[in-house]
């Protein structure tokens, strides 16, 4: 592990004592609840993470990178938990180790955002918890993108359970998309094959379309005029297309010139549909001609970002049957290969390109989720789209941003979710006990679901003044 100083409270005010982990014992906070103390290892989440814990009255111990000696350190005496949220999953499966390692049974949260590395740190260290931000922020993303008033919606063993307010609490209830909804993005997709909407797969298809025609015409003609078989005039026409001419030069002089003029005209359709075969085969495609990739005309949902966030939002909206299409902008993502294994039509362009959303058919899409890693760009991308479509429900991911940490100053633009706000009160949630469900926001308030369906408010705490090195 690379060595960096532990980021701790400075000792100067009641709150900075809270932080130190000298004191050996469990008294009671200011609130009268026994103070416990914690461990947190990361950045920004752990921030939240960290002020909330104070807030709470306990003592935390916070690190951005500590080395083996730290953990020792801060270890080697009762810890109530221990969270470890970073983005990198070897250095977070590193930590999570080596904190089994020296304190074992300890609660254990742990971000991780691949499954496999997730199902084998579970299978390994029983007592950790995984999670990470994608998967507590998809339930709130999904929703949104369907329906306004709806609050999260996620997958039961029957199928789907949507969270509503319904006056004075959340409530369950069972859900399914409308059939319009549903019948819309079908359409779209069936509008979307053989329409595509890139260059080099337009030359492909009038290149092919221009073949087929010059042999249709030939096998017409000698068809109805020359009353040739219809098999033997399917070869001569294919001979035509080929530009080796017909077997005999029978038939009129009229039908000689055309001929001719086929074979000529062949030549050049061929050119353009080589052209377009070669440029789809040797260069990267994320989106289809036909199938499933095919880019949707309606009724479909746009994704900004394909990060881990944008690439479960896409795989719940797949799953539902509503079509989807995502933007990516970084040609090299690691997760472009695989949306293209799941079958997820992606486009590498810029978003904020106004030419690039109207191609996306974006007046006729059901709505937008901006929700690429950094919130700048995401509200850049929110402005462009309603320029291009002001009735359009779009979707935003911000709050991670110091300088617009304050989101509901963005309302105004679309439905703004905090997914670091989320992914900290689920973690806090989880480092006190409770084994929440998820986290969903009503408003101004955060609501952390139970084990048994029930929710409760949660206090939205701001980031510790910690120092990170």
């Known amino acids: 592990m690379t060595a960096h100083p532990a980021s701790e409270h400075p000792r100067t005010s009641a709150s900075a004592e809270r932080c130190t982990p000298d004191a050996v014992g469990v008294p009671l906070s200011g609130n009268g609840t026994p103070e416990r103390y914690f461990v947190v290892i990361g950045s920004d989440v752990a921030r939240r993470v960290c002020g909330s814990l104070q807030s709470a009255g306990h003592r935390v111990r916070h690190f951005a990178q500590p080395t083996d000696e730290d953990l020792r350190q801060a270890l080697d005496r009762r810890v109530a938990g221990v969270a470890i949220l970073l983005d990198d999953d070897v250095a977070s499966l590193r930590y999570a180790l080596a904190v089994a390692h020296i304190r074992p049974n300890v609660t254990l949260v742990v971000t991780i955002f691949d499954r496999t590395v997730a199902e084998q740190l579970v299978r390994v260290v029983p007592n950790c918890q995984v999670t990470s931000p994608a998967d507590v922020a998809a339930p709130v993303l999904l929703a949104a993108c369907l329906e306004p008033d709806l609050l999260a919606l996620t997958r039961t063993p029957s199928g789907h359970a949507g969270a509503r307010w319904d006056g004075k609490s959340v409530s369950l209830q069972p859900y399914r998309p409308p059939r319009s909804l549903r019948y819309r993005a079908w359409l779209g997709r069936v509008r979307g094959q053989l329409r595509p909407h890139d260059g080099s797969s337009r030359i492909m298809l009038m290149g092919l379309a221009g073949l ?97 966030v944008g690439l479960r939002l896409c795989t719940r909206l797949q799953a539902l049957g509503i079509a989807v299409v995502a933007v990516e902008r970084d040609p090299t993502a690691p997760n472009l290969r695989l949306a293209k294994a799941m079958g997820l039509p992606v486009v590498v362009a810029d978003a904020t390109d106004r030419f690039v959303l109207r191609r996306l058919g974006l007046h006729k899409a059901q709505a937008m989720a901006a929700v690429a890693s950094v919130d700048l760009d995401n509200v850049a991308v929110a402005v462009t789209a309603l320029a291009v479509a002001p009735e359009l429900r779009v979707v935003m991911r911000a709050g991670d941003h110091e300088a617009i940490a304050e989101t509901r100053s963005l309302f105004k633009i679309g439905l703004v979710h905090d997914l670091g706000g989320l992914s900290a009160a689920y973690t806090t949630a989880s480092l006190t006990g409770l084994r929440p469900r998820g986290v969903l926001t009503h408003g101004k308030r955060l609501l952390v679901e139970r084990a048994d369906g029930t929710f409760v408010p949660w206090p939205t705490a701001d980031r510790c003044d910690h120092s990170q090195e």
């Open 212 to 308: 087929l025609a010059v042999l249709l015409s030939d096998w017409a003609w000698l068809v109805t005029r020359h009353h040739r078989p219809p098999v033997e005039a399917f070869f001569e026409a294919a001979r035509t297309v080929a530009a080796v001419g017909p077997a005999l030069a029978h038939g009129s002089h009229s039908y000689l010139v055309f001929n001719g003029l086929a074979m000529l005209i062949t030549i050049v359709f061929t050119a353009v549909f080589t052209a377009g075969v070669v440029d789809r085969l040797l260069a990267p495609r994320s989106v289809g001609i036909v199938g499933t990739r095919t880019l949707p005309r309606a009724g479909h949902v746009v994704v900004v970002g394909l990060g881990q």
